[in-house]
């Protein structure tokens, strides 16, 4: 059974039992959260969330450059008014180069990918700073939005403040 077939039937299951479908649209805590796609995290678990709470935006180093045009929709059509950046301990993001990537991918793909930044980082609060920084000079994020970032330890499931 392929893991796709694997949760079409785990679906089932929590579809025979699912009470939410009348949840609003927008977010009930009035928050989106930008991370990472690391699957050793679990924005739920991890932040206390149930469905309806949050918008949670996910991609490979919780960069918030890649996340900018869902953080407008969410800010501007469903009302969020707060930004959480989380970024994490031994995050892959920190193991390689644009360079690296682009001629692995040359080598392997035999495809040219010179015209993308994979946004990698060397350092991890610096690389939350930045991204908060990014967001708050952004002319598409009002100056009224709460913007914070953080730092989730995979070893502790700790959420750490950087400032």
Known sequence: MSVAQEFVKANQSYASNFKKGELPMPPARRVAIVTCMDARIDPARGL???????????????????????????????????????HHSDCGMLTFSNEDLRNKVKQDLHANADNIDFLPFRDLEQSVRDDVAFLRSSPLIPKDITISG??????TGKLLPVD
């Open 48 to 86: 206390g969330l149930e469905e309806g709470d949050a918008h949670v935006i996910r991609n490979a180093g919780g960069r918030t450059s890649e996340a900018l045009r869902s953080l407008v929709i969410s800010e501007q059509l469903l009302g969020t008014n707060e930004i959480v950046v989380i």
């Open 150 to 155: 953080f730092i989730y330890d995979v070893k």
